[in-house]
Structures are given as structure tokens and as C-alpha cells.
């Protein structure tokens, strides 16, 4: 059974910075295409930052890039979203995903808030 276990939202101030992870059981992470997401409130789930250690690759949502960095502990079968600079419009529940076998694995999510 897959399980994806998020940690590591919180409040924070604009401009400052929060680490989140995903400690992923039942599916290595290094093997499938790994994601994060979020959803503000009123508004629809979207992907932020993708991670696929096969092809060493990963990619960013425009609002995001080089502010966020995705990056994988694959000895702890974990993959992390480091936040910096962070902005008010950054407010969501954030997820982990992990698709394997044509199936969308989410975590719980954890909320990052970040005050003006």
C-alpha cells in the first residue's frame, strides 16, 4: 500500500522560508515521477514542482521558479519542496503525489500560510 506522509508547513512571514517533505512507504520514490501540488482555497489543485529521478529531471510552475527547489533523499525514500521568498499568493495546502501504475497517490497535506 502506498503511503506519501507530509510534514514541514507552518505560518510564515513574506520573504522567509519553509522545507517541506514527503516520506514516501510502499513504492520506492526514485522509480516513479514524483510531484508537488497545491490548492488554495476557492481555487484548483496545481501541480508547483516535478521531480523524476530516472531522467534526472525536474520542472517548476512559472509562479515558482527560483524560488522553489524539488529535490529527492532517495536513500529515505523522501522527496522535499524547499520555499524561499515566499508570498502571501504562496497560502495553500500543499500535497505530495507519486503516480505509479496509472494511479495518483496523494499524501494528507500541510498547510503553509504566509502572512503580509
Known amino acids: 500500500q502506498v503511503q506519501l506522509v507530509e510534514n514541514g508547513g507552518g505560518l510564515v512571514q513574506a520573504g522567509g522560508s519553509l522545507r517541506l517533505s514527503c516520506a514516501v512507504s510502499?513504492?520506492?520514490?526514485?522509480?516513479?515521477?514524483m510531484a508537488w501540488f497545491r490548492q488554495a482555497p476557492g481555487k484548483e489543485r496545481e501541480s508547483v514542482a516535478t521531480i523524476n529521478y530516472g531522467a534526472a529531471t525536474t520542472s517548476y510552475a512559472d509562479s515558482v521558479q527560483h524560488r522553489f527547489t524539488i529535490f529527492g533523499d532517495w536513500p529515505k525514500n523522501t522527496i522535499y519542496l524547499q520555499m524561499n521568498r515566499l508570498k502571501p499568493e504562496d497560502t495553500a495546502v500543499y500535497y505530495c503525489?507519486?503516480?505509479?501504475?496509472?494511479?495518483?497517490?496523494w499524501g494528507q497535506g500541510t498547510q503553509v500560510s504566509v502572512s503580509s
Open positions: 503525489n507519486l503516480r505509479a501504475d496509472g494511479a495518483n497517490f
Open positions: 510502499g513504492r520506492s520514490a526514485s522509480s516513479y515521477p
